[in-house]
T-cell receptor, first 112, second 117 residues
Framework: KQEVTQIPAALSVPEGENLVLNCSFT??????LQWFRQDPGKGLTSLLL?????REQTSGRLNASLDKSSGRSTLYIAASQPGDSATYLC???????????FGSGTQLTVLP | NAGVMQNPRHLVRRRGQEARLRCSPM?????VYWYRQLPEEGLKFMVY????????ESGMPKERFSAEFPKEGPSILRIQQVVRGDSAAYFC???????????????FGPGTRLTVL
């Protein structure tokens, strides 16, 4: 059974810092990995999707990497801003099943 | 292009009543997924549907819960005889029907927050 873990559970940083969020998964036979952002009381916004054959994806100040063999992904946020404050969720899609298995998230607070 | 639509956004039911949650996928998406987020817990997969077919319901509770995605109209998640433990946020996601990288990306709606009194 696939399990996804995110560390740390919460993170508080001053504005302008670069930061890294971590995600690990137990079964390396994944199809893809998706990073989402969730604002309080809101839905999920897809940030980046990395296919299992890829090593990284970039979008603006965000860069996600994937090391499938070690079961790890990182989300790098450059020059953080208060508007980046949200919960960041990592989810993996395994094999032929299309269901996503989610981590419990990292709650990020960027202080002005 | 409107995103995934869910209604109602908030739903209050008393124990024993029925709850019906609706999801309209993004235009051109024919795959729908339902997830549940219990208080202080992560999102858990419930069911995966294509038009008129349930593909994977391995995450759906065996009793009181059902889902459908008819040929016309939105997908419906139905919870009969609700109990307090059903209080949660229910999210719907949709994706394109193909097998490419772009097709597997799931786009989420704003969720329906169900409160059972």
């Amino acid at each position: 059974k696939q399990e996804v873990t995110q560390i740390p559970a919460a993170l508080s940083v001053p504005e302008g810092e670069n930061l890294v969020l971590n995600c690990s998964f137990t079964d390396s036979a994944i199809y893809n990995l998706q990073w989402f952002r969730q604002d309080p009381g809101k839905g999920l916004t897809s940030l980046l999707l990395i296919q299992s054959s890829q090593r990284e994806q970039t979008s603006g100040r965000l860069n996600a990497s994937l090391d499938k063999s070690s079961g790890r992904s990182t989300l790098y946020i450059a020059a953080s801003q208060p508007g980046d404050s949200a919960t960041y969720l990592c989810a993996v899609m395994a094999g032929s099943a299309r269901q996503l298995t989610f981590g419990s998230g990292t709650q990020l607070t960027v202080l002005p | 292009n409107a995103g995934v639509m869910q209604n109602p956004r908030h739903l209050v039911r008393r124990r024993g009543q029925e709850a019906r949650l609706r999801c309209s996928p993004m235009k051109g998406h024919s795959h729908v997924y339902w997830y549940r987020q219990l208080p202080e817990e992560g999102l858990k997969f419930m069911v995966y549907l294509q038009k008129e077919n349930i593909i994977d319901e391995s995450g759906m509770p065996k009793e009181r819960f059902s889902a459908e995605f008819p040929k016309e109209g939105p997908s419906i998640l139905r919870i009969q005889q609700v109990v307090r433990g059903d209080s949660a946020a229910y999210f719907c996601a949709s994706s394109l029907p193909g097998g490419t990288r772009m097709d597997n990306e799931q786009f989420f709606g704003p969720g329906t927050r169900l409160t059972v009194l």
